[in-house]
Nanobody, 125 residues
Framework: VQLQASGGGLVQERGSLTLSCTVS??????????MGWFRQTPKKERDFVAS????????YYVESVRGRFNISRDNTQKTHYLRMDNLKPEDTAVYYC?????????????????WGKGTLVTVSS
């Protein structure tokens, strides 16, 4: 299973970015997997950011990004997205796209099945 993330970069405070993650190599339908994003800074472990259920009907966010970030998925493209608005310097991190065989993803990094390589998001003040 390969997860290819893109869309990271440098943005000014209060700016916006959209991350994309395309998944390939799944042995089961993309629509059966929950999708999500974690992030990591040098001083912290990988923390949950957002996830979307396999059906796409439910979304989950860490409190610090609720109302600013939006996760979505396109099953026909086997891609999911993280729209990030009103970015803050504390959002600076390496963002990892993830996929899980469970219909609803765990908030615990060690429980997630598949990880992509991270993409760096830097928010300048």
């Amino acid at each position: 299973v390969q997860l290819q993330a893109s869309g990271g970069g440098l943005v000014q405070e209060r700016g916006s970015l959209t991350l994309s993650c395309t998944v390939s190599g799944l042995t089961f339908p993309f629509s059966s997997f929950s999708m999500g994003w974690f992030r990591q800074t040098p001083k912290k472990e990988r923390d949950f950011v957002a996830s979307i259920s396999s059906t796409g009907r439910s979304t989950y966010y860490v409190e610090s990004v609720r109302g600013r970030f939006n996760i979505s998925r396109d099953n026909t493209q086997k891609t999911h997205y993280l729209r990030m608005d009103n970015l803050k310097p504390e959002d600076t991190a390496v963002y990892y796209c993830v996929a899980d065989r469970s219909p609803i993803m765990s908030y615990e990094a060690e429980a997630v099945d598949y990880w992509g390589k991270g993409t760096l998001v830097t928010v300048s003040s």
